[in-house]
Structure formats: C-alpha cells, structure tokens
C-alpha cells in the first residue's frame, strides 16, 4: 500500500501541471486580460473627471478633446489592447510591467508555478491583498457550506437509499420518490429564494438572517450565544444546498443497494438462515457503499468550491465560489490561478483519500497488485 500511495503522489505533480497549462493557455487566449481592465478603468476615469469639469484645459471641448485624443493615438503598443486608442503607449508599457506583461506567456508560467510550488500565490491584481489572505478570509464560509451540507446530504441520502431499496415497490418507495423528483426538479438557487420568500422576510415570516454568517456583533457575545447565531445564519443557505443535492446520491444509494441485494453471494446467505439485517448491513451495506464513496471526493470539491456559488451571492456569503467568480469576470489571474491550484491540488488529494478508503471497506481490494 505504501508503494501505490508514493506513486498516487508522484502523479499528481504532472496531473496538476497538465491542468494548469490548460487552464493557462485558455485564460489567456481570452480577450479583457488585465491590462485591459486597467485601461478600461483609467479611461472611464478620466471620461468621468471630463464630465465633472465640462471640458477640457484651455477652453477645449469634450467632443474636441475626444477627437485631438483620436487624432494622437497611433500604431505601436497602445495598439495591441482593446479601448487602448487615446493612451500614452508609454503608459501602456507601464502597466503591462505592473502585471508581468512585458515577459512572453511561457516566462510568465513556469515564474507562476515555481512560485505555487512554494505556496506563494503573489498579490492580487485588484484588490491590494495577497492571494493567500483573500483565500484565508474567504474559507471559513466555504468550509461551513461545503462541510454542513455534504454532512446532511449523506446523513439522509444513504438511510433513504437503503430503505428504498429494501422496501422496492412498496408505498414508502412510492411516496419518498415524490421527494426526489422535487429535489432533481427545483435547482438548488430557486429553492434558496423560496426560502427566503418564506422564512427571511420575504412575503411570509422573518426568522432567519438574510446575509452573512454571523451577526456584526458576533465578537462580543459568549460562546453559547455564538454558536447559536452561527447556526442561525447557516440554516437557510445549508438547507437550499441539501434539497439540491441529496436526490441524486440517494438514487445511487438505492440502485446500488438494489444491484447488490439480488447477488448470488446474498441469497447463499439468506438460504444458510443468516438474519436479515446481518445480510443486509453486513454483507450488502458494505459492498453497496464502494460506489457511494467513490463519488465523495468529487461531491465534496462540487459542493465546497462551485456548487455554494449561486448561495453565497442570494444570501450574500463572501465565500471562495463567489471570489473565484469575481477573479474570473475581473481577470485577476493571480486570484484566478491561485485558486485554482489549491481547489485542483485539494481534489487530487482528496481522490487519494477516497482510494484508501475503500481499503476500509473492503479489505479484499489490493491495489498493490495494480497499475496507476
């Protein structure tokens, strides 16, 4: 086992290069780059101190000044950006030393990833901040999304999958489906904002919070008194993610049951005169799960870094969906890369864990006994 685990991790560094080269090459094929974004705010700046004013310097119109500015701009560097007409070229120069754009792409990568390789994600283009910091505020919300729900999703998904499938074709079967149609029908956004609607104030009752995590005053209440209003601000957003993602597992849940209840290996254990729930939870339950768990990596990471995006923007959660989001529309590549290494590298891991665990489960697997 050891000898698998080293070459799992030896894996993951070409894996995590060939995702960032990819991602790399795409971001930056993509018009609207930083330097872009830079120009685009200087020049609705200066369009916004010109309409404060009236004009110009010198008695000069706007429109005479527009069309002078036209008129000065040329070819050269100022050409190579969108709305960069009207600039300085030399001041397009500036910027583009500002974020590296003065180094080919090829320079810029493997600079960007020998600074990831120790950890150091640099400093975020537009918001004066390390990438680190951003991310080390922005986790906690993440986190307690990404953990409650995944808790909850299996605390009733697996129960409710199992029962399913051993009560197969009777009411209960029927009438808990009714729940997993709603659950695939209704997005998990749109059961957030009929949650609100009903219980934030919305048409109905005002019961729960409608922002944030906790209070503004959180710091100066005791302990008992902040554990409750941390529970109070994360039932809402929690339960909107559970109704969404807890349909889906609980099918897998019930057709594996199902695929492994009707084995040869069962009935053979049934005819022996073994007790019902030692076949079921004995036997069946622990060779249903492997597939369970095999999805827990990939649920975990959907769930922690892109499933909460559209819930940290309804209940106005700063979280790492919505700072990947934002880094995305705004091109901050350091913030943008930043995390997507952490998000690829916890994912890498995370895939590891699920291997070993089911070593756990089922001792018969051997991956010793495999190839990578």
């Known amino acids: 086992m050891l000898a698998y685990i080293l070459r799992r991790l030896f894996l993951i560094v070409p894996t995590l290069f060939g995702i960032m080269v990819v991602n790399f090459i795409i971001v930056q094929s993509a018009p609207g780059g930083p330097v872009e974004q830079m120009i685009a705010r200087i020049k609705g700046t200066a369009i916004e101190a010109t309409a404060r004013v009236g004009g110009t310097a010198g008695g000069e119109t706007t429109s005479q000044a527009q069309k002078r500015s036209r008129a000065d701009s040329g070819a050269g560097i100022a050409g190579k950006y969108r709305g960069s007409r009207g600039l300085d070229p030399e001041l397009i120069l500036e910027i583009e030393k500002l974020y590296g754009f003065d180094k080919p792409a090829h320079e810029r990568f493997f600079k960007m990833i020998g600074q990831y390789v120790a950890f150091d994600f640099g400093e975020s283009f537009f918001r004066d901040r390390s990438v680190i910091d951003l991310i080390a505020d922005k986790l906690p919300v993440s986190i307690s999304l990404g953990l409650w729900t995944t808790l909850f999703v299996y605390l009733i998904s697996i129960p409710l999958g199992v029962g399913k499938a051993v009560r197969d074709g009777t009411s209960f079967d029927i009438w808990t489906s009714g729940f997993i149609i709603v659950g695939y029908a209704i997005p998990g956004f749109l059961f957030a904002i009929l949650l609100i609607v009903l219980f934030a104030g919305g048409s109905f009752w005002d019961v729960f919070p409608l922002h944030g995590l906790v209070s503004e005053n959180w710091e100066s209440l005791a302990w008992p008194a902040r554990i409750a209003d941390y529970l109070w601000h994360i039932t809402l957003p929690v339960l909107s993610m559970v109704i969404g993602g807890f349909a889906g597992l609980t099918m897998l849940t019930k057709n594996s049951f199902l695929d492994e209840i009707n084995k ?109």
């Open 264 to 372: 040869q290996y069962v009935m053979t254990a049934r005819a022996k005169g073994l007790e019902e729930n030692r076949v079921l939870y004995g036997h069946v339950f622990r060779n249903a799960m492997l597939i369970v768990i095999a999805g827990f990596p990939s649920a975990f990471i959907g769930i922690l870094f892109t499933g909460s995006l559209l819930t940290e923007v309804i209940f106005s959660l700063d979280g790492l969906g919505l700072l990947g989001f934002e880094a995305a529309i705004g091109r901050d590549y350091p913030v943008l890369f930043g995390t997507l290494y952490i998000y690829t590298l916890i994912g890498l891991l995370l895939k590891l864990v699920s291997d070993l665990t089911y070593v756990l489960i089922d001792p018969r697997i051997d991956f010793e006994s495999r190839e990578v």
